[in-house]
């Protein structure tokens, strides 16, 4: 039973430029989160998508944004980049939204650098 | 303001020595308090829910409990592979989970 697959695992780019990152989550998930966790921090929500649409979003800006194909996987896209967008980008998977107690299944996550 | 508060920092044992991790919340409305396990590199495994004060999870050499304004993440007689950063978190209305900055746990043989 494969799990939370992220692409790629690394990436590096350049200020000002824009990245997109791509999650699969666990079979028979539906619903897709995506945190940002920066060395040494705890995961900071960023969104989540459910139903293709968008149903919450944590304090970011609008240069990140994302979406969800009616596969259930799920793409997150950060334009302009800043050297603070320097981060793991991690994907989680769960089923039924809106069940707090449901466990997040994480992905490895993209170790994204911004030079 | 929820919040989510680990400590200590950080936390080096020998192997055998058994000790916990705490986690202090703040957060409106408590619907659970979930601990996971991160290795460097990997994202965070799943290791526990509690919902309730009072409630105890054991996996392994691992227990979890919880009282109306914190939980304590105990080990008992650690190992080396046990070694990682054990993060706590909190879910905040529905599904946004809020994440205390963790544990980095080091055992030494």
Redesign the interface.
């Known amino acids: 039973d494969a799990g939370?697959t992220q692409s790629p695992t690394h990436l590096i780019k350049t200020r000002g430029q824009q990245v997109t990152l791509r999650c699969s989550p666990k079979s028979g998930h539906d619903?897709v989160?995506w945190?940002q966790q920066a060395l040494?921090?705890?995961?900071?929500?960023i969104f989540?998508y459910y139903e293709e649409e968008e149903?919450?979003r944590?304090n970011f800006p609008d240069r990140f944004s994302g979406h969800q194909f009616p596969n259930y996987s799920s793409e997150l896209n950060v334009n302009a980049l800043l050297l603070g967008d320097s981060a793991l980008y991690?994907c989680?998977s769960?089923r039924i939204?809106?069940?707090?107690?449901?466990?997040?299944?994480?992905?490895?996550?993209t170790?994204l650098t911004v030079t | 303001e929820d919040q989510v508060t680990q400590s200590p920092e950080a936390l080096r044992l020998q192997e055998g020595e058994s000790s916990s991790l705490n986690c202090s919340y703040t957060v409106s409305g408590l619907r659970g308090l979930f601990w996971y396990r991160q290795d460097p590199g990997k994202g965070p495994e799943f290791l526990f829910t509690l919902y309730s004060a009072g409630e105890e999870k054991e996996k392994e050499r691992l227990k979890a409990t919880l009282t109306k304004k914190e939980s304590f993440l105990h080990i008992t007689a650690p190992k080396p592979e046990d070694s990682a950063t054990y993060l706590c978190a909190s879910p905040h209305n529905t599904d946004k989970l809020i994440f205390g900055t963790g544990t980095r746990l080091q055992v030494f043989p």
Do not use: D, I
């Open positions: 939370v619903t989160s945190y040494g921090q705890g995961p900071q929500f989540q149903r919450q944590g991690l989680a769960s939204p809106g069940q707090a107690q449901t466990p997040l299944h994480f992905g490895n996550g170790r």
